[in-house]
């Protein structure tokens, strides 16, 4: 993989997987859902939905109200799916086809594409803003906060690259808080000594602001090596030591392989990814934790967290509590 020159922390392409879906046997917007319910399977939360190549939009004005979406395909649009890693999405792009080709024939396909990191990151800079919580300014490189605003706060630094996470998000807000108010309750000292892993670190700011408010063991894991990539970039632009490894839940055996930064158990597990892929880990993540540790997960709708906390009892967990921002939640429970 090379490098770009000009930000040495980058590789120089970035790689997009389209997926294009056409009319058959079925709906294309069955096919499409059915699409996307794979992807969130396989850990892939991040893509978007993309303009047919080659439409020409009449931009001309009228003050009859239109529908763009429809003007530019509709549910036609094809789905991107964007990494530095060439490799994660050739080996994506087989997954589907072996999914497809012989439950909807001709329905789905795929193609490789890439282009220059640089052109991508440029896209970043109109949408990541500065976020400002009780104890936290989390900000880009281009966008550094001034004097009054950072002061008595905890700076994170934060270049998304193409990894999920940069706070924007109300999931990864409400995660930060709990951070905040358990920090709060625990103290100093009894916080150094405890231990954290955060699953699905995607840029590892979950992890990064527990550094920051004084934890001590702590361990990242991501399935995608793009998240990997960023984490550590990132860790390395805020000057934290940050263990991260290309894992899911670090399991006592798989540990033996890694450093002493992933043995679990842990005080703290955290995990801030889809609500499909929580519910296949959570056995793996409540064997993580030590005894009266916390688990503190999200990227759940608010409709769904009971369902959630149900299977978490079920494995002997118990509910400490839910916070809410935006329709979405954050859960809170315990393993005596």
């Excluded at 955060?198 to 702590?218: E, M, N, P």
Aim: hydrophobic fraction near 40%; proline fraction near 6%; charge should be negative.
């Amino acid at each position: 993989m090379s490098i770009s020159t000009k930000n040495p922390n980058h590789p120089v392409k970035t790689y997009e997987l389209r997926i294009t879906f056409h009319p058959g046997s079925v709906t294309v917007l069955e096919v499409k859902q059915r699409t996307i319910a794979l992807l969130k399977s396989l850990g892939v939360d991040s893509f978007v939905e993309g303009a047919i190549d080659g439409l020409d939009i009449d931009n001309e004005f009228t003050s009859e109200p239109r529908d763009f979406y429809t003007e530019l395909g509709g549910l036609e649009l094809p789905i991107s799916v964007y990494k530095y890693s060439v490799e994660f999405l050739e080996d994506l792009q087989a997954r589907i086809s072996r999914h497809f080709d012989h439950r909807f024939p001709n329905q789905v396909s795929c193609s490789m594409h890439d282009m220059d990191t640089a052109v991508w990151l440029e896209g970043w800079k109109e949408s990541f803003k500065p976020i400002i919580t009780e104890r936290f300014v989390i900000f880009p490189p281009w966008d550094k906060p001034g004097e009054a605003i950072s002061k008595d706060r905890l700076l994170i630094e934060i270049e998304p690259g193409i990894a999920f996470g940069t706070g924007q998000h109300a999931t990864t807000q409400l995660c930060l808080r709990e951070l905040e108010s358990i920090a709060k309750e625990a103290g100093q000292t009894s916080l150094a000594s405890a231990s954290l892993l955060d699953v699905g670190t995607g840029t590892g700011i979950l992890a990064l602001g527990a550094s920051k408010l004084g934890f001590g063991r702590i361990a990242g894991t991501d399935i995608d090596p793009d998240a990997v990539l960023a984490s550590r970039n990132n860790a390395a632009m805020n000057g934290v030591d940050l263990a991260v490894t290309q894992s899911t839940v670090p399991s006592p055996a798989a540990a033996k392989n890694l450093s002493s930064a992933f043995q679990p158990p842990f005080n703290f597990v955290v995990a801030n990814i889809l609500k499909v892929v929580l519910e296949k880990i959570l056995p793996d993540l409540a064997s993580a934790l030590a005894p009266g540790g916390l688990l503190i997960l999200s990227g759940l709708l608010h409709e769904d967290a009971q369902a959630l906390t149900r299977q978490a009892e079920g494995l002997g967990l118990f509910f400490v509590r839910e916070s809410l921002q935006d329709d979405w939640a954050c859960l809170v429970l315990r393993l005596p």
